[in-house]
């Protein structure tokens, strides 16, 4: 068919190829089944002739995807150092993030050659299918494609990529700067009907009953005799009618392998009936094989054969593909299957998913245990045991946390059975951790004892080490630091003499992160300490959660500047190995950070990413879902999802200071705004309770600040920290220095609002600024309510937003680094302190995706932003 109405799509690819002379440009083709996306890029890449040098990879439908299936097909295309580092990666079957980096880097320098012609160009089709060590892939160069002179191409089903998607966290996080998305529209009715007229065929009735998607239109032209099939397996069908029986046997075969049955699939196949299938248009030639031109085609072919017909083609596909040594086992497993072939799926889908641990797709391997779990019901219990835990290992680390929970209880049953105290006390230490992370903390400690327990029944092991690190780190998170510290040094002293270097880490991490936790700052040189003991031996759990805790921890005593940094830094710590469950809690902390630092377009920006992508049970999400609540509450949006009520919940299963104290003091929040002190005290009064017990100045100091405001006593004894505590006692104008020194405006604004008619008007200055309307509306109540003459009018409801996403202050300071001034010379024209016109500054370059004051101006010339020059 002749590409009707894509000269303009294709136009973009080309401009998108001219542009890589300058950098990485990533092209997205997003479009419905059946659209074209395939037609489009190999028209494409057909005329790109000797300017281009085009790699194809393509994800299949697999049961369960193959790990890196398109860098197989890049790899077959190269060879070299990609292919060998492929074969190296399975070289053991052991998970190895060195090896899969030294994979992803062989990929990186296909598309870093010279700037010179011929141009790399990366196909990935249907990314919709992608496995996770694919999208690893992709997010890994979506980071790297700047610096590179490269195209990548993405052609994926946007119907089928929503918000639960795993390739939609993936996209949201590539380079804005470098994305551009080419939706493929349905024909015209007008296209429509010129393919009609070229075809012979009347068009009544042809747009509507396809709706201008190009495949559907396709098949209606191909299909004999009058009238407009209703779908296309009545086209399908009405295809195959036409054909002899041994043709109609060759395309049920093809139906039942996803992607494209390779040439010794079909030995046994007449080669007459081959043919018929490819001249007759059912299938087409691919590489050394062939496929039908669509996957709905086959879907159509493969639905209209029964069950037992289906599993027969799948005993007689797997036979063919089992004793080839170069068949990725994920076809295995997928044939085994549908085949209903419990033995084979217990012999393949183990060593499938160990393939797929290693290439880091986590969740791949998790789901090639789950295809062999209900077969397994028949193996003796220690083998069953054996697969549940694997199982468990992989949902862990795939973010599957109440699956794993669920396989990690299972096993235990059987352990005991079996009265091995070694694996019972282990498989309790993992039903303690999976407790903790799927928000039940009493049930976490309740087997973090239960191990201990157990395993004191046998000779001292790594096994008991690591047990009473568990119970460290689980006091630790229940702010009780002293026995923490106790229980990690029971820990340290028995790992250190049994050699254990990975229960030492984790100690180390514990007792660090309790000492920092009660603000003893030598904390600090335990967590380094254990830190770089476990990324020097690989442990790079061990290894981030260190660096998270050093930056988490920064951010709750408001060490700000040095919790900036420790947050930019385990978030480069977590993207490089794909940590992606620490990856989005960071974000949530950082989000927080920009909110306090008066960046909410970026706040919003980070809390949003955290939030997108699979569900991550527990309480890993809830400062992402804080910092969006609290945007909501204070720029008084209407009505949407509730992310606080969904933290709340959290929170309360967690029942420790660290998520308790924020959610509580954002409802707290929420509802004074809303002008009920009724409820704010009683989510303030909650949390206090909780951070005075743990004696933590600042939680304690913002829930009092609170409890205040709504009119409730504070009551004496608790250490809060300097601005709450200065707030609480009529310092208001001390509490708003403070807060300048901190550089947290909307902080300053809340302290300013409590002060005379002079620092209420620069109050409502901020929050207008910041765009804080909910917050700016209570205020003017208040003020009136205190009977105050002169209350400044707000900004009229109808000012728009501006499209960079610039607060009305950081607007200034752009138009001021237009005209060249310093740091120092706008604080002076502001009214400002340097440091927190940096703050801003730092804003504006984040926001405009620039690294330097120069460029930023250029770029809001560019867009509009300032009047040009």
Not at 490 to 516: C, F, K, M, Y
Not at 531 to 547: E, I, Q, T, V, W
Not at 677 to 694: M, N, S
Not at 779 to 791: D, I, P, Q, S, T
């Amino acid at each position: 068919m002749e590409l009707l109405e894509r000269a303009e799509t294709l136009g973009a690819m080309d401009d998108l190829l001219a542009a890589t002379a300058s950098g990485g440009q990533i092209a997205l083709v997003a479009a419905e089944a059946g659209a074209g996306k395939s037609t489009l890029v190999t028209a494409f890449a057909a005329a790109l002739g000797p300017r281009a040098r085009v790699l194809w990879g393509s994800c299949d439908p697999l049961l369960t995807p193959r790990a890196l299936g398109p860098v197989h097909d890049v790899a077959r295309q190269v060879g070299g150092v990609l292919a060998e580092r492929l074969t190296a990666l399975h070289a053991d079957g052991r998970p190895d993030p060195l090896r899969r980096g030294a994979v992803f880097d062989a990929l990186l320098d296909e598309l870093a050659g010279p700037r010179h012609r011929p141009r790399p160009v990366l196909v990935i089709e249907d990314a919709h299918w992608a496995d996770e060590a694919t999208l690893d892939l992709t997010a890994f160069l979506g980071r790297r494609l700047a610096r590179c002179h490269a195209l990548l191409v993405l052609t994926f089903r946007d119907d089928e990529v929503g918000p639960g998607h795993p390739l939609h966290a993936v996209l949201a996080g590539l380079p804005r700067t470098l994305v551009r998305r080419l939706p493929l529209p349905p024909l015209s009715t007008a296209a429509v009907a010129e393919l009609a007229r070229r075809a012979g065929r009347a068009p009544a009735g042809l747009y509507q009953a396809t709706g201008g998607n190009p495949l559907l239109v396709t098949e209606v032209l191909a299909a004999d005799g009058a009238g407009v099939p209703p779908t296309v397996r009545d086209l399908v069908l009405a295809r195959l009618a036409t054909v002899s029986p041994a043709a109609r046997a060759v395309a049920g075969l093809v139906s039942v392998v996803p992607s494209r049955a390779e040439s010794y699939l079909l030995d046994d196949q007449p080669p007459a009936a081959v043919q018929e299938c490819l001249d007759r248009g059912l299938l087409v030639p691919a590489g050394n094989g062939v496929m039908f031109r669509h996957e709905l085609l086959g879907r159509a072919v493969r639905e209209s054969l029964s069950p037992v017909q289906r599993a027969a083609l799948h005993v007689t596909v797997l036979a063919k593909l089992a004793p080839r040594p170069d068949v990725d086992t994920a076809r295995l497993v997928h044939h085994a299957h549908h085949a209903d072939d419990a033995e084979a799926v217990l012999a393949w889908a183990p060593i499938a998913a160990r393939r797929a641990a290693t290439a880091g797709a986590h969740r791949q391997a998790a789901a090639h245990y789950a295809v062999a779990l209900p077969r397994s019901r028949a193996l003796p219990a220690p083998r069953r045991a054996e697969l549940l835990e694997a199982y468990a290992t992989a949902g862990y680390l795939a973010g599957l946390g109440v699956e794993a929970l669920h396989a990690w209880r299972s096993a235990l049953a059987l352990r005991e059975i079996e009265d091995d105290p070694l694996r019972i006390g282990e498989d309790l230490r993992w039903v303690s951790r999976l407790s903790w992370w799927t928000g039940d903390s009493v049930g976490a400690r309740t087997a973090a004892a239960r191990a201990i327990e157990v395993l004191e029944s046998a000779p001292p092991g790594v096994q008991l080490a690591m047990a009473y690190s568990n119970m460290s780190q689980l006091l630790m998170l229940a702010d009780d630091d002293e026995a923490a510290i106790r229980w990690g040094g029971r820990a340290l002293a028995l790992a250190r003499r049994l050699g254990d270097v990975e229960t030492e880490a984790h100690a180390l991490v514990n007792v660090g992160s309790a000492r920092l936790q009660r603000g003893d700052v030598d904390g600090t040189a335990e967590l380094e300490r254990g830190h770089a003991l476990a990324a020097a031996h690989g442990l790079d759990d061990h290894a981030a959660r260190a660096l998270v805790n050093l930056a988490t921890m920064s951010m709750e005593w408001r060490r700000l500047t040095t919790g900036a940094d420790a947050l930019d830094r385990a978030l480069r710590f977590t993207r490089a190995r794909d940590l992606d469950g620490y990856v989005r809690h960071l974000l949530g902390h950082r989000a927080r950070l920009r909110l306090d630092r008066g960046d909410w377009a970026g706040a919003q920006t980070d809390a949003e990413l955290a939030l997108a992508g699979t569900d991550q049970p527990g309480s890993s999400l809830i400062p992402a879902l804080v910092a969006r609540g609290r945007l909501a509450s204070r720029r008084g949006e209407p009505a949407g999802p509730d992310h606080l009520a969904t933290a709340a919940r959290w929170a309360e299963r967690s029942r420790e200071l660290q998520f308790v104290g924020p959610v509580t003091a954002a409802l707290a929040e929420r509802y004074w705004l809303a002008g009920k002190p009724g409820r704010a005290a009683g989510e303030a009064r909650r949390g206090y309770r909780l951070a005075a017990e743990a004696g933590h100045p600042w939680f304690a100091g913002e829930l009092a600040y609170w409890l205040w405001r709504a009119g409730e006593p504070v009551g004496e004894g608790t250490v809060l920290a300097s601005p709450y505590r200065r707030l609480v006692e009529g310092d208001w104008s001390g509490a708003a220095d403070e807060w300048e020194r901190l550089g947290c405006p909307y902080a300053r604004a809340e302290a300013l609002a409590c002060g005379d008619e002079e620092s209420a008007g620069e109050a409502l200055r901020i929050l207008d600024g910041l765009g804080a309307t909910g917050t700016a509306q209570r205020v003017r109540a208040e003020l009136r309510r205190r009977g105050m003459a002169r209350v400044p009018r707000g900004p009229r409801p109808a000012t728009a937003a501006h499209p960079a996403g610039l607060t009305g202050r950081q607007r200034e300071v752009l138009a001021l680094l237009a005209e060249g001034l310093s740091d120092a010379e706008i604080a002076g024209r502001l009214s400002l302190s340097a440091r927190t016109v940096g703050h801003h500054v730092s804003a504006v370059l984040e926001k405009l995706a620039v690294p330097s004051r120069g460029q930023a101006v250029a770029a809001a010339r560019r867009q509009g932003l300032l009047p040009p020059t």
